[in-house]
């Protein structure tokens, strides 16, 4: 119940193509759910977050849309650049977990020129 | 401001030792958090601590510990090694717990890669 399921493993796109990674959950207590981003040698770094009263949020090219009644939610990247190059991992907290955040298996996304 | 900074960076250890990560947050964050990643388990928590006080554990066996400074500083410790838990260690400072200024984002350094051998 407390697993985050992303998918998927890896993706291929164009520049200028339009990604799309996706993020189950199942614990109904889970009410933060954030996007990080890694580089290879580097630590994850906060993407964007969205909490369950909304059902989209967006941030510059970045977009969580998000569906509590099917415990789903997912980031789309438009206009997408090599420079996006990078993998991807979806994660989901609750008020009482703290800074415990249950990651997905994570996405490596490869933008081609 | 400085971000999370994580020593070392690098580290080779064989079966049996143990070995001791130190993490400092950026200044003004009093929660740090540590979490193991692998390429089989992906990224997984190990514990938290905040004011000194240990706020969460993951499902890790013992042999993993940590503690926190008043100075809001960090080190976790592995005993007898194994090889499976060659893994890149990252730790993570927030402002959890510390009222209006969180916003639930966690900072994270660049990790200890510790190799078991």
């Known amino acids: 119940q407390q697993q985050v399921k992303q998918s998927p493993q890896s993706l291929i796109v164009q520049k200028g193509g339009i990604p799309i990674i996706n993020c189950a959950y199942e614990n109904t207590a889970f009410d933060y759910f954030p996007w990080y981003q890694q580089f290879p040698g580097k630590g994850p770094a906060l993407l964007i977050a969205?909490?369950?009263?909304?059902s989209e949020k967006k941030e510059g090219r970045f977009t969580i849309s998000f569906n509590k009644s099917a415990k789903q939610f997912s980031l789309h990247i438009m206009d997408s650049q090599p420079g996006d190059s990078a993998t991807y991992f979806c994660a989901a907290s609750s008020k009482t977990s703290g800074s415990r955040l249950t990651f997905g298996e994570g996405t490596q996304l490869t933008v081609n020129p | 401001k400085a971000g999370v900074t994580q020593t070392p960076r690098y580290l080779i250890k064989t079966r049996g030792q143990q070995v001791t990560l130190s993490c400092s947050p950026i200044s003004g964050h009093r929660s740090v958090s540590w979490y193991q990643q692998t390429p089989g388990q992906g990224l997984q928590f190990l514990f938290e601590?905040?004011?000194?006080?240990?706020?969460n554990k993951g499902n890790f066996p013992g042999r993993f510990s940590g503690r926190q400074f008043s100075n809001s500083r960090s080190e976790m410790n592995v005993s007898t090694l194994e090889l499976g838990d060659s893994a890149l260690y990252l730790c993570a400072s927030s402002l959890l717990g510390q009222g209006a200024a969180n916003t639930g984002e966690l900072f994270f350094g660049e990790g200890s890669r510790l190799t078991v051998l």
């Open positions: 969205i909490r369950p009263d909304v």
């Open positions: 601590y905040f004011s000194e006080t240990q706020r």
